[in-house]
């Protein structure tokens, strides 16, 4: 621990800022991972069976009442917003989709590309320090007395140096986490997509009109019987 105080010390005060910017940095990557991974995370296929068998079934509730226990996904609450109106006409359906996607994407997408500009700033903030560093450096070579020059010159190296390295040692496990983090909010936005998407389809497919003679053959030609009767709509086609 006290080596670890003794390099920020020797970094100086920007080594100190850039340590403030990994603690934040660290701090949203455990956030984001644990949003991502544990709470945001569903089994899509399997949630999607189960509302899909519910639809089939006629029991637009009890799916709804499943969405709702399962409210903190944002997976589920798109579709507690879609099945909603599922009762309305094909229009109200697409709309409620749109609507639940505007919704449930901000979700997924917050705070994230917070974590790759801090890495940015780490990095930026290592490259003023070693500026800042070098500065001192050649300040002692042009002005300090032959006793000091030596110290002083050796403080600016190790300014330079120290900031740089504490910079990468910041920016790079940063980056390293946005790449795998943004990676999975890809991918969990690519299954919301694609399961709204076809719980859209089935509820603007299910309006389906009762088959028979006319349904099947709009433009038949219509067969008179013997008694003048047009025939039922159950009878066989010849």
Not at 166 to 189: C, K
Request: with cysteine; net charge neutral; proline share 4%.
């Amino acid at each position: 621990m006290g080596g670890f105080v003794g390099f920020i010390t020797e970094a100086g005060f920007m080594g100190w800022v850039i340590l403030i910017t990994g603690v934040v940095s660290f701090a949203l990557v455990a956030e984001r991972a644990k949003a991502l991974y544990i709470s945001y995370g569903i089994d899509a296929d399997q949630f999607m069976n189960k509302i899909q068998n519910l639809i089939l079934a006629k029991k637009i509730d009890e799916a709804i009442v499943v969405c709702n226990q399962m409210d903190k996904k944002p997976m589920a609450k798109a579709f507690k917003t879609i099945l909603e109106k599922a009762d309305r006409d094909d229009e109200t359906i697409f709309q409620s989709h749109d609507i639940a996607l505007n919704e449930a994407v901000p979700l997924y997408t917050r705070r994230l590309h917070y974590l790759s500009m801090l890495a940015n700033v780490a990095t930026q903030l290592g490259l003023l320090g070693t500026i800042y560093g070098l500065i001192l450096s050649f300040q002692a070579v042009a002005q300090a007395d032959p006793a000091t020059k030596q110290q002083l010159l050796a403080t600016g190296i190790s300014v330079s140096l120290y900031t740089t390295a504490l910079g990468l040692a910041v920016a790079i496990p940063a980056m390293v986490a946005y790449s795998f983090l943004f990676a999975r909010q890809n991918e969990l936005l690519e299954q919301l997509q694609e399961k709204c998407g076809k719980l859209t389809e089935i509820l603007t497919g299910s309006h389906i009109p009762t088959l028979n003679r006319t349904n099947i053959f709009p433009d038949a030609p219509v067969k008179v019987s013997s008694t003048g009767a047009p025939p039922s709509p159950n009878t066989k086609v010849s």
